[in-house]
């Protein structure tokens, strides 16, 4: 059966069946939208475009969008987050063949709505003219052998946010490498033994995925027309090793991040520095005002000085369905969102936010939004800027990073509890992949070293 055997290849996967018809409406197929029925530029009534979001702001966004534009108009649906049942929710109305327009797709679910046949395949809708406005590395990770299946809104490289207050009252020194930061938990330790230098979260399923990616591993790639999957490589295990070590030393805390006994962590100033993408800065200032002051940011420590990467950790990506009826529009809508100054506006009209522009462009219309107070004055889309530019490129997210990511975070809590190690949950993670992968249909190797 020729649709099967396309299926198992790793590109004929995300363009099988359900995007071949759906590609179709792009150059006026059997998707066309019935005689008579308005169509972007044909002077009749706007098109009207579905858009659904878990993103803040995204109701200013569309706000904005209608009222400079005649053609094209935008009905905004807010959702839930994904990890909240805003993907089921996607999924769910794309097999029942009424999914939005746009939707919203964070960068670890892009491969497997793209597999899934929810997110369509744009490559042919994006111009050259959008591509330049945006980061490569960016772009990047929603591009699988040529094919886009979704535009970037934000990047957010991995930092290191710090109390700098307590630094200071300490007398501890940033530290700039992977070493001088496990020197610096020890010491952290030993003067506050209350206190801890960080916290090894539980369900950090991907900020693991930065510190590994930022190391130099590849857990999955598309070699040879194949998903090759290898969640414990070197890179990884020299990973596992130093968190381990730390947690052996009782040097970190560990607990989930998504929880009361956190949130108690940061607001008591026992946790001297949170490692988290750009974003978060944002979030640390609606969540804890009374900190005003206290904190600072920094670039991520290095395993190599000489040779500086980061990961990314969060970031979010618009997506066309395949039950869009104008892809056209609903492309010309996304560019809006991602490029225009006045998007980014309203986007950080809705409250606090430190989110970094995959547009280059916008970096300036973020950093003269953000309310430099919080953070004693720094300007830290300056520090943004310079770590977006070490993302290291070559990472590929799997096709079920949500299964991925609960098996090793279910793995993480038992090594909290004393029962296994880091590096045996990167091995469970890999056990716990293949089974799915083999479901879609995929061909796949796995690598154990």
Same mark, same amino acid.
């Given at each position: 059966?020729?649709?099967?055997?396309?299926?198992?290849s790793?590109?004929?996967?995300?363009?099988?069946?359900?995007?071949?018809?759906?590609?179709?409406?792009?150059?006026?197929?059997?998707?066309?939208?019935?005689?008579?029925?308005?169509?972007?530029?044909?002077?009749?009534?706007?098109?009207?475009?579905?858009?659904?979001?878990?993103?803040?702001?995204?109701?200013?966004?569309?706000?904005?969008?209608?009222?400079?534009?005649?053609?094209?108009?935008?009905?905004?649906?807010?959702?839930?987050?994904?990890?909240?049942?805003?993907?089921?929710?996607?999924?769910?109305?794309?097999?029942?063949?009424?999914?939005?327009?746009?939707?919203?797709?964070?960068?670890?679910?892009?491969?497997?709505?793209?597999i899934?046949?929810?997110?369509?395949?744009i490559?042919?809708?994006?111009?050259?003219?959008?591509?330049?406005?945006?980061?490569?590395?960016?772009?990047?990770?929603?591009?699988?052998?040529?094919?886009?299946?979704?535009?970037?809104?934000?990047?957010?490289?991995?930092?290191?946010?710090?109390?700098?207050?307590?630094f200071?009252?300490?007398?501890?020194?940033?530290?700039?490498?992977?070493?001088?930061?496990?020197?610096?938990?020890?010491v952290?330790?030993?003067?506050?033994?209350?206190?801890?230098?960080?916290?090894?979260?539980?369900?950090?399923?991907?900020?693991?995925?930065?510190?590994?990616?930022?190391?130099?591993?590849?857990?999955?790639?598309?070699?040879?027309? !194949? *998903?090759? =999957? /290898?969640?414990? #490589? &070197?890179?990884?295990? $020299?990973?596992?090793?130093?968190?381990?070590?730390?947690?052996?030393?009782?040097?970190?805390?560990?607990?989930?991040?998504?929880?009361?006994?956190?949130?108690?962590?940061?607001?008591?100033?026992?946790?001297?520095?949170?490692?988290?993408?750009?974003?978060?800065a944002?979030?640390?200032?609606?969540?804890?005002?009374?900190?005003?002051?206290?904190?600072?940011?920094?670039?991520?420590?290095?395993?190599?000085?000489?040779?500086?990467?980061?990961?990314?950790h969060?970031?979010?990506?618009?997506?066309?369905?395949?039950?869009?009826?104008?892809?056209?529009?609903?492309?010309?809508?996304? !560019? *809006?969102? =991602? /490029?225009?100054? #006045? &998007?980014?506006?309203? $986007?950080?009209s809705?409250?606090?936010?430190?989110?970094?522009?995959?547009?280059?462009?916008?970096?300036?219309?973020?950093?003269?939004?953000?309310?430099?107070?919080?953070y004693?004055?720094?300007?830290?889309?300056?520090?943004?800027?310079?770590?977006?530019?070490?993302?290291?490129?070559?990472?590929?997210?799997?096709?079920?990073?949500?299964?991925?990511?609960?098996?090793m975070?279910?793995?993480?809590?038992?090594?909290?509890?004393?029962r296994?190690?880091?590096?045996d949950?990167?091995r469970?993670?890999?056990?716990?992949?293949m089974?799915?992968?083999?479901?879609?249909?995929?061909?796949?190797?796995?690598? /154990?070293?």
């Open positions: 059966m020729p649709g099967r055997h396309r299926r198992r790793v590109l004929a996967a995300m363009a099988a069946a359900p995007l071949a018809g759906a590609l179709g409406a792009c150059s006026g197929g059997a998707d066309d939208a019935p005689s008579g029925s308005s169509r972007t530029g044909t002077g009749k009534k706007p098109v009207r475009v579905t858009f659904w979001s878990a993103l803040r702001g995204s109701q200013e966004v569309v706000d904005a969008f209608n009222r400079t534009h005649d053609r094209i108009q935008v009905d905004f649906q807010q959702i839930p987050s994904g990890g909240q049942g805003g993907y089921a929710k996607l999924s769910n109305a794309a097999r029942a063949g009424n999914a939005p327009d746009v939707a919203t797709i964070e960068y670890p679910q892009v491969p497997g709505f793209a899934d046949g929810v997110a369509r395949d490559t042919d809708l994006v111009d050259d003219r959008l591509r330049a406005k945006l980061l490569p590395q960016a772009f990047a990770l929603t591009t699988f052998q040529g094919r886009v299946f979704s535009v970037p809104l934000d990047v957010e490289p991995m930092v290191m946010h710090y109390r700098a207050d307590l200071d009252g300490y007398g501890l020194q940033v530290p700039r490498t992977w070493d001088e930061f496990a020197d610096l938990a020890r952290v330790r030993r003067k506050a033994p209350e206190r801890r230098l960080v916290l090894f979260p539980t369900d950090g399923a991907t900020q693991f995925a930065a510190y590994s990616w930022q190391a130099g591993a590849q857990w999955f790639d598309t070699r040879d027309g !194949a *998903w090759n =999957v /290898s969640l414990a #490589d &070197a890179p990884t295990r $020299r990973v596992a090793a130093y968190w381990q070590n730390l947690i052996d030393r009782d040097d970190v805390f560990m607990n989930a991040v998504e929880s009361r006994q956190s949130d108690a962590q940061i607001g008591n100033g026992l946790v001297l520095t949170r490692l988290s993408g750009a974003w978060d944002g979030a640390q200032m609606n969540a804890r005002p009374g900190q005003k002051g206290q904190w600072r940011i920094a670039p991520l420590p290095q395993w190599d000085t000489a040779r500086p990467a980061v990961g990314t969060g970031g979010s990506t618009f997506a066309v369905t395949k039950d869009s009826r104008d892809p056209e529009a609903a492309m010309e809508f996304i !560019a *809006w969102q =991602v /490029s225009h100054p #006045d &998007a980014l506006r309203a $986007r950080l809705s409250g606090t936010s430190s989110q970094y522009p995959a547009a280059s462009a916008l970096v300036a219309v973020g950093r003269d939004a953000f309310d430099r107070s919080y004693g004055g720094q300007d830290i889309y300056t520090l943004f800027e310079q770590e977006a530019e070490k993302i290291r490129d070559g990472w590929v997210w799997g096709p079920r990073m949500t299964a991925t990511g609960r098996v975070q279910d793995s993480f809590a038992r090594v909290s509890a004393g296994g190690t880091i590096a949950s990167m469970a993670a890999q056990d716990g992949t089974p799915d992968l083999k479901a879609l249909g995929l061909s796949t190797t796995q690598h /154990s070293t």
